[in-house]
């Protein structure tokens, strides 16, 4: 049994570095004869413990954050997940899930498991995401990360964080903010498949094609008429399921790739991102 005397102030320091439970730093200070580092690292086993118990969990429930870089040149998107909707709206799990997309943005990993090994105030990401789990009680996880890069770059989040976009246009020009996050509630709102018909993957045309042509024998059309009613359905499917070829939300009267030659000639979208949570 530890002899050492734990103060107060001692727990209530470590309850600031951790932010684990009053009673939890008490017990770590006690079993690492007061020793922070030992206690922190206590905390941190039983974070894992507490992780490690509950990965057959579902964490469908948490925020995406979306991010540009100063000069709007590059963007992340993170999905930070956790189990209930009461966690996901606390400001304290918000603002972990900021951090962890600052240093994204900041210093550009080039995976996942690469963003989980840099570090927030010294501490590496992995080990925070245990240190949450062990003091909120649920699997604690960023289950996404993306990057784009261009010449301009807007990030936009919709709906209280449960959806993350991020758009590439291809002129960093006066009025490229607002277009930009026109175009990205744009696709909030639609979720394009792709930013215009040549960008359209092969097995999408050929499955959309498949299902058309079943369509069209079943209304009971002439074999000589399928093919060509199945490409006009096709041209349908790229209109309402391209970016550049959407009806622009807001002006009916002109599609995306329309609008944003209105704005500056030749403005365009050269790539985007959409996450939406649990998605």
């Known amino acids: 049994m530890s002899t050492v005397q734990i103060s107060a102030s001692d727990v209530n320091k470590l309850r600031q570095q951790t932010g684990a439970g009053m009673m939890d730093c008490k ?3 006690i079993e690492a004869n007061g020793n922070f ?3 922190i690292d206590y ?3 039983k974070g894992a413990k507490v992780a ?3 990965q057959d969990r579902d964490s469908n429930e948490g925020v995406v954050i979306a991010k540009t870089t100063a000069d709007g040149k590059k963007g992340v998107i993170i999905e930070l997940n956790c189990e209930t909707d009461f966690v996901a709206k606390n400001a304290d799990f918000i603002a972990f899930a900021e951090s962890i997309a600052d240093v994204a943005v900041n210093q550009a990993p080039a995976s996942l498991d690469a963003l989980k090994q840099l570090e927030i105030n010294g501490i590496k990401i992995s080990d ?3 240190d949450q789990t062990g003091k909120i009680g649920e699997k604690i996880d960023v289950s996404k990360y993306e990057t784009v890069e261009a010449e301009k770059i807007v990030a936009y989040i919709h709906g209280n964080y449960r959806l993350g976009v991020l758009v590439g246009l291809n002129q960093a020009i006066e009025g490229a903010d607002e277009a930009g996050k026109d175009v990205a509630m744009q696709i909030a709102a639609m979720n394009p498949v792709a930013i215009d018909k040549g960008d359209v993957d092969a097995r999408t045309i050929e499955r959309e ?3 058309a042509k079943e369509q069209i024998r079943a209304e009971g059309k002439p074999e000589e008429m399928v093919e060509k009613i199945a490409q006009g359905k096709l041209n349908k499917f790229y209109k309402e399921s391209t970016l550049l070829n959407q009806e622009f939300v ?3 009267s002109k599609n995306i790739a329309q609008f944003l030659d209105s704005v500056s000639k030749g403005l365009t979208v050269t790539v985007f991102k959409r996450v939406q949570l649990g998605a």
């Open 209 to 211: 094609l498949e299902i």
């Open 37 to 39: 580092e030992a206690a």
């Open 43 to 45: 905390l941190r086993k």
């Open 27 to 29: 017990k770590a200070l």
């Open 128 to 130: 925070l995401l245990l």
């Open 250 to 252: 807001k002006d009916s």
């Open 52 to 54: 490690a118990s509950r």
